[in-house]
């Protein structure tokens, strides 16, 4: 089922102002007076956009401008400027193109459409992907909502008229979830509007029982069909807005693709001419995005990523044939679109025959890549030492191609070719204070241990946790009867009680 983000930003005029302003000359800069966007219509002024403060002090949009300098004297008033607040949110949609997904559609003037239909698990969830944007949104100084639908109109609705600033309407619930908003939320001209209210008809929940023909005899079609692109009856398909400036290539069909055989060759077509574009350029593709535009109206798409920037076609065709299973054809597939969002330089590099008889080095990222695309970015990466004496602490994950940071472990403190992620408590029959245990049971299994070594003593992080100040863990290797060697380890110095629990743990294994 679609998933489609309504991103809105109630105060973008203002809110863009004020982000230019940090860089340079303005009249709102460091302004914490009102401020308002007016635009000259016949021979008035008109106000177009208001900020938060210009609100509160009762200023709206389509008020006269001298008006509002009498309710606000100390008013900043600048023309506006469509063009730039254009630009702006295509700038805002590029970003949200590169870090959410490539299916992004400016709404209007004041927010952005965003089709996150089997994207969300990339960000943790949908809850998550709302989180982070409107975190991320503003940040960067502009106020924000946003809701998630199954319907761009049922998501545009709940942002612009829902209680909450961040709202998620779950599969199948949009008629619920539109039944109490108010009928401006349907994007009705104003003349319907008002031919509504004067019927008593103010709640969207009031047409869901009226029959269509009378509706549509009084008011027209739109009515209806508003009604039925926010239930999903009707298809509202989402524009994509493509990045101007990121390399990309578009083959369109005269009859629409169904098979796989088909679609694979078009890819084949249009990785190829990519390659030679980004070529042309010594640049190498980092992350691509191939767009499915269905007869209708859908757009499906893959995503694919490099560890190393890379115009190798045999090698991307593969990444996009793993994943080309989950494109669902529906009709036909009358447009296909290939973007490189972000590339890198590479330079000329040489595939084949090496002079001399030289060796040629193997290049893992092509392996790396492949993995990633089957198993999931985050379930492939290497294992880099850090700087702490607690051992679950001593390593970190990073890219697999990430090249080390200098540091390493100490090679006189050897360490479990295993280490669990969390100490696990067990039994264990010994002598204190410095002695290792003789038997230790684990899991309900009993382990005789016949050599030991030990104890190695590490102390508590006292800059990360209070209850570590004087905390210390005394760590022996020991070997049990059958050969097995563990890492086993006591909280506490064996006398002083303050320093641990005087527990023991489990914390690896060696071999």
């Not at 992350?287 to 990523?305: S, T």
């Not at 863990?473 to 064996?494: A, I, K, S, T």
Request: hydrophobic residues 45%; contains cysteine.
């Amino acid at each position: 089922m679609p998933r489609v983000v309504s991103l809105y930003l109630p105060t973008w005029p203002t809110d863009r102002l004020r982000k230019a302003a940090r860089t340079s000359a303005s009249p709102v800069k460091g302004a914490a007076r009102p401020v308002v966007i007016f635009l000259r219509e016949a021979a008035r002024d008109v106000v177009t956009a208001v900020d938060a403060q210009a609100r509160t002090r009762g200023l709206y949009p389509g008020l006269d401008l001298t008006q509002a300098r009498i309710l606000a004297a100390d008013l900043v008033a600048i023309p506006a400027d469509p063009v730039a607040d254009r630009v702006g949110l295509e700038r805002l949609a590029t970003w949200a193109v590169q870090r959410y997904s490539p299916v992004v559609a400016p709404d209007g003037d004041d927010g952005l459409l965003l089709d996150i239909t089997g994207v969300a698990h990339l960000h943790g969830g949908e809850t998550r992907l709302l989180e982070t944007l409107l975190a991320r949104v503003r940040r960067f100084g502009l106020a924000a909502r946003a809701a998630v639908a199954d319907t761009p109109a049922a998501a545009w609705a709940v942002a612009r008229h829902g209680a909450a600033d961040l709202s998620i309407i779950p599969p199948g619930g949009t008629r619920e979830a539109l039944a109490d908003l108010p009928v401006a939320a349907l994007r009705l001209p104003s003349n319907i509007f008002d031919g509504l209210r004067l019927l008593g008809i103010e709640r969207i929940a009031a047409l869901y029982p009226l029959p269509r023909a009378p509706l549509v005899l009084r008011f027209g079609p739109a009515i209806a069909l508003r009604l039925d692109q926010a239930l999903g009856r009707a298809a509202e398909p989402l524009q994509p807005f493509l990045p101007p400036d990121v390399p990309q290539v578009r083959l369109a069909f005269v009859e629409p693709l169904l098979t796989a055989e088909s679609l694979t060759a078009a890819m084949e077509s249009l990785v190829a001419t990519l390659c030679r574009k980004l070529g042309a350029a010594g640049r190498g593709v980092r992350r691509l995005d191939l767009l499915f535009r269905r007869v209708d109206g859908v757009d499906c798409f893959i995503r694919i990523g490099t560890a190393a920037p890379t115009r190798d076609g045999r090698h991307l065709m593969r990444l996009l044939a793993e994943k080309l299973g989950t494109v669902e054809p529906g009709f036909g597939v009358e447009v296909m679109i290939l973007l490189a969002l972000r590339t890198d330089p590479l330079g000329a590099q040489q595939i084949a025959g090496r002079l001399g008889g030289e060796v040629p080095v193997p290049d893992m990222a092509a392996l790396v890549d492949r993995l990633v695309a089957r198993l999931g970015a985050g379930r492939v990466y290497r294992l880099a030492p850090v700087e702490s004496d607690v051992p679950e602490r001593a390593v970190g994950r990073i890219a697999p191609l990430a090249r080390p940071g200098g540091k390493a472990w100490p090679a006189h403190l050897p360490r479990p070719a295993r280490l669990l992620k969390n100490p696990e408590p067990v039994e264990t029959l010994g002598l204190l204070p410095d002695h290792p245990p003789v038997r230790f049971t684990w899991r309900g299994r009993h382990f005789d241990i016949r050599k030991a070594d030990g104890p190695e003593r590490v102390h508590g992080e006292w800059w990360k946790a209070r209850d570590e100040v004087i905390a210390i863990r005394d760590y022996f290797q020991v070997e049990d009867v059958q050969g097995r060697r563990f890492w086993l380890f006591r909280r506490g110095d064996g006398a002083t009680p303050a320093t641990g629990s005087m527990r023991w743990f489990i914390h690896g294994f060696f071999g």
